[in-house]
T-cell receptor, first 116, second 115 residues
Framework: QQQVKQSPQSLIVQKGGISIINCAYE??????FPWYQQFPGKGPALLIA?????SEKKEGRFTISFNKSAKQFSLHIMDSQPGDSATYFC???????????????FGSGTQLTVLP | GAGVSQSPSNKVTEKGKDVELRCDPI?????LYWYRQSLGQGLEFLIY????????KSGLPSDRFSAERTGGSVSTLTIQRTQQEDSAVYLC?????????????FGPGTRLTVT
């Protein structure tokens, strides 16, 4: 059962435009929602993350909007740049019952292309 | 400091052979995770280790997959009798289990191709 659904699968945006990627989750026990950015040949790197007690978090050009009642969250990239071209993954995290480790459940990814 | 490292970066093997993939986590990180990323797909959780606790193997797709973590540091993921469907990028991540630190730091991955 896929627990985090991500859309769109691919996105093409003009330089300076706004990129929007959406995710929806099912498990209400998730309590941490990170976004990862992955460039070809590299591992994913944390971009920005949010906890469900806030509705929005902004870091530079990147903003997460979170709707707890709808169980949805989205990433907005303002003033998109060609250097933002990468694959973006949303994820949801839950604390494991044993110890304090956390398991990430990832969305299927969005390949973003920003045209110059 | 050094990030998570993985070796080899690429591995081509014949169907039926065993392979070992290595992960060196960030020094001091107590949790270590293995994920699999198939072409054009998201990341699939395989297994994680947390300190001296028993590993969570709930994501391993079959009994051909196993992993160990020696001395609470380096980890090896072993795939026995490889199949073509095992072809993927295998990613390792580590994290420091502090009170509010949830970030997992990923290595560059090992690209496994089974011919």
């Amino acid at each position: 059962q896929q627990q985090v659904k991500q859309s769109p699968q691919s996105l093409i945006v003009q330089k300076g435009g706004i990129s929007i990627i959406n995710c929806a989750y099912e498990n209400t026990a998730f309590d941490y929602f990170p976004w990862y950015q992955q460039f070809p040949g590299k591992g994913p790197a944390l971009l920005i993350a949010i906890r469900p007690d806030v509705s929005e978090k902004k870091e530079g050009r990147f903003t997460i909007s979170f709707n707890k009642s709808a169980k949805q969250f989205s990433l907005h990239i303002m003033d998109s740049q060609p250097g933002d071209s990468a694959t973006y993954f949303c994820a949801a995290s839950i604390k494991k019952s044993s110890g304090s480790a956390r398991q990430l459940t990832f969305g299927s990814g969005t390949q973003l292309t920003v045209l110059p | 400091g050094a990030g998570v490292s993985q070796s080899p970066s690429n591995k081509v093997t014949e169907k039926g052979k065993d392979v070992e993939l290595r992960c060196d986590p960030i020094s001091g990180h107590t949790a270590l995770y293995w994920y699999r990323q198939s072409l054009g797909q998201g990341l699939e959780f395989l297994i994680y280790f947390q300190g001296n606790s028993a590993p969570d193997k709930s994501g391993l797709p079959s009994d051909r997959f196993s992993a160990e973590r020696t001395g609470g540091s380096v980890s090896t993921l072993t795939i026995q009798r490889t199949q073509q469907e095992d072809s993927a990028v295998y990613l390792c991540a580590s994290s420091f289990q502090g009170t509010s630190t949830y970030e997992q730091y990923f290595g560059p991955g090992t690209r496994l191709t089974v011919t």
